[in-house]
T-cell receptor, first 113, second 120 residues
Framework: DAKTTQPPSMDCAEGRAANLPCNHS???????VYWYRQIHSQGPQYIIH???NNETNEMASLIITEDRKSSTLILPHATLRDTAVYYC??????????????FGQGTTLQVKP | GAVVSQHPSRVICKSGTSVKIECRSL??????MFWYRQFPKQSLMLMAT?????????EQGVEKDKFLINHASLTLSTLTVTSAHPEDSSFYIC????????????????FGEGSRLTVL
């Protein structure tokens, strides 16, 4: 299983862009990169996912390097409500190919006023 | 949008009793659901994969007789913590994927809001 490495914590000023890095140097060619976040005492919330191309949605942008060994989640204008733990996950292909997600420790993003 | 609902959100029970947690997909069908456990200040740990109409697949180190999983319909999976003890106190979270909408295994997983179990 490809593992991910994220900084344990980051701060960001409200209104500024938050750039959250993730290393996944052992990712396989057919594995996707997913980003979820978890606000305290809630279930995780899906943010975005991608394979090799950069992706953007209403929440964030995902930039994946050409060699796919790392990626960056960008929250363009962080708000206080974006304070959460952000998880970068590479999707696991098990023998049954069920698509289960294995969570690492994530990055705690603190957005400050 | 697709929503996964868990019930109860909080439960307190006495040691030795059993507790059932429900996980429902509200507007989509899910042949596969996943159960996670999260201790304070830790990440989510996958416990098992719940398969509709068949036995659940448990992760290594998770006792299948302790954590009974039933997935009797395409919209409901239940996790029963049997003979609960204080060390079972945790945040239990389920997730499911809208397989009809996305197909394959590339789509997003929707997570429930979690169920906090406290065993006295």
């Amino acid at each position: 299983d490809a593992k991910t490495t994220q900084p344990p914590s980051m701060d960001c000023a409200e209104g500024r862009a938050a750039n959250l890095p993730c290393n996944h140097s052992t990712i396989s060619g057919n594995e996707y990169v997913y980003w979820y976040r978890q606000i305290h005492s809630q279930g995780p919330q899906y943010i975005i996912h991608g394979l090799k191309n950069n992706e953007t949605n209403e929440m964030a942008s995902l930039i994946i390097t050409e060699d796919r060994k790392s990626s960056t989640l960008i929250l363009p204008h962080a708000t206080l409500r974006d304070t959460a733990v952000y998880y970068c996950i590479v999707r696991v292909f098990g023998s049954s190919n069920t698509g289960k997600l294995i969570f690492g420790q994530g990055t705690t993003l603190q957005v400050k006023p | 949008g697709a929503v996964v609902s868990q019930h109860p959100s909080r439960v307190i029970c006495k040691s030795g009793t059993s507790v059932k947690i429900e996980c429902r997909s509200l507007d989509f069908q899910a042949t596969t659901m996943f159960w996670y456990r999260q201790f304070p200040k830790q990440s989510l740990m996958l416990m098992a994969t719940s398969n509709e109409g068949s036995k659940a697949t448990y992760e290594q180190g998770v006792e299948k007789d302790k954590f009974l999983i039933n997935h009797a319909s395409l919209t409901l999976s239940t996790l029963t913590v049997t003979s609960a003890h204080p060390e079972d106190s945790s945040f239990y979270i389920c997730s499911a994927r809208d397989e009809i909408r996305w197909g394959g295994n590339t789509g997003e997983l929707f997570f429930g809001e979690g169920s906090r179990l406290t065993v006295l």
